[in-house]
C-alpha cells in the first residue's frame, strides 16, 4: 500500500496530483491524516484524509509520499507517525517519495545521504549528505528507493514517475496519454 501523508499547511496539489494519477494506474494509495481526520492545507482546502494518523499501522509499506508546503512540511517533520512511518519504509526497503520543501523530512533523518536528491530552492541545507542534483536541471530525481522533486510545478511528472517505479513506463505513459495525450518517457 502506498501511504501519503497530510498535516494542516500541506500543497494541495502536491499531494492531491500523486492521489489522483496513482489511483489512475489502479495503485492502492492511503491519505493519512496528521493530527486528525480532516486536513486543512495552505490555500485553505479542506481534504478527509482516508485514516487518521493515530490508526496508521504498517511496518511494512509499498510507498511512503510527503507532499510539501508550509507549514505542512514542518507539521508532518514533528509527527512522530512520520518518523516512524520513514524509519520502517526504510527498513524494510520500500520507496520514500517527496516534494518541494518535504525532501527535507528524509533529509535530516539522513536517509539522503550519499544520494541524488532535489528540493525546493532554499531546502538544500536540511539535505544532509545528499548530492543535490541542478536546481535549473532535474526536477524529479530517483535514486535507488528515493524520488524527490522540486515543486509545485513538477507535481504531475513526480506523480507519473511514482507509477512508473511502482508499475512500470508502460502504465505511466498510458495515465499520462489518457490526461494530456502526451507521452511520459523516464
Not at 11 to 37: C, K, Q, S, Y
Not at 130 to 155: N, Y
Request: aromatic share 6%; net charge negative.
Amino acid at each position: 500500500m502506498v501511504y501519503l501523508f497530510l498535516a494542516d499547511g500541506f500543497e494541495e496539489i502536491e499531494a492531491l496530483t500523486p492521489v489522483d494519477i496513482l489511483r489512475r494506474a489502479g495503485i492502492g494509495v492511503a491519505a493519512v491524516g496528521v493530527g486528525g481526520e480532516y486536513v486543512r492545507g495552505a490555500h485553505g482546502i479542506t481534504v478527509k484524509a482516508d485514516i487518521a494518523a493515530d490508526s496508521f499501522d504498517d511496518p511494512r509499506p509499498e510507498m511512503i509520499v510527503l507532499p510539501g508546503g508550509m507549514p505542512g512540511t514542518a507539521n508532518l517533520d514533528a509527527s512522530p507517525v512520520v518518523d516512524r512511518a520513514l524509519r520502517d519504509a526504510a527498513a524494510s526497503g520500500a520507496w520514500i517519495c517527496s516534494i518541494c520543501a518535504a525532501p527535507m523530512i528524509p533529509g535530516r533523518r539522513g536517509l539522503l545521504r550519499g544520494r541524488r536528491a532535489v528540493c525546493f530552492p532554499g531546502f538544500e541545507k536540511w539535505l544532509e549528505g545528499a548530492q543535490t542534483a541542478d536546481p535549473s536541471g532535474e526536477k524529479v530525481v530517483v535514486d535507488g528507493r528515493f524520488v524527490t522533486a522540486s515543486g509545485m510545478g513538477t507535481a504531475k511528472e513526480f506523480a507519473l514517475t511514482l507509477v512508473s517505479v511502482l508499475a512500470g513506463r508502460d502504465k505511466a505513459a498510458e495515465i499520462n496519454r489518457g490526461i494530456t495525450g502526451d507521452l511520459f518517457i523516464r
